[in-house]
């Protein structure tokens, strides 16, 4: 089979995994990518992803992240079984209003590795990107686990990105989720 040809379509589109491999930085066995488009400059989004703590209210599973410093912000994550698992994030890359690069410190429980761009777009808002790069703990059990409690990587990616685009460009987020403010007036009424 011959390579296809070459194309303008972002690497989330590959048609092989070297290629998606390559978007990616660190040497993770599982590579996933998520792109939309924001109707927002590409300075705003990056300003408000720039300090970490802000993606606790936008990322469904990550219950806080504690930023260190400029360069290192510690993550707690939801994981599969109602478990946390944590990890330090250190800063690899940082071009105010267009990328922003991260890898996981040595040592901790969730090996990671990732990248956000946002691409203005004239007259269209801001392409935002993200490709991680991970290893899922516990392997292949760990995967179907974290899959079939909606919590694994790839479909995060996705989920959270488009959250980012309501809540950039609306001010909140749409669900159809109960929350249990929701269910105990349901239950007390």
């Not at 991260?102 to 935002?128: C, H, L, M, Y």
Request: glycine share 6%; proline share 5%.
């Amino acid at each position: 089979m011959t390579d296809p040809a070459p194309t303008d379509a972002p690497d989330t589109t590959a048609y092989d995994k070297e290629r998606a491999l390559s978007a990616a930085p660190g040497d993770q066995a599982n590579v996933t990518a998520a792109v939309v488009t924001i109707n927002k400059p590409a300075q705003e989004l990056y300003d408000f992803w720039r300090d970490f703590a802000n993606l606790a209210d936008v990322m469904e599973n990550v219950e806080h992240i504690t930023v260190v410093d400029r360069e290192r912000s510690t993550w707690t994550v939801k994981a599969p079984n109602d478990r946390e698992v944590q990890w330090e994030a250190l800063v690899t890359e940082d071009e105010p209003g267009r990328v922003i690069g991260w890898k996981s410190a040595d040592g901790s429980e969730i090996n990671n590795a990732g990248r956000v761009e946002f691409t203005e777009v004239p007259g269209r808002g801001t392409v935002v990107r993200a490709v991680i790069g991970y290893d899922v703990p516990g392997g292949f059990l760990g995967k179907i686990a974290a899959k079939l409690f909606q919590r694994e990587p790839a479909i995060q990616a996705r989920r959270d990105l488009r959250r980012f685009k309501m809540f950039m460009e609306t001010g909140e987020i749409a669900t159809s989720a109960r929350t249990r403010a929701h269910a105990a007036e349901h239950k007390a009424g």
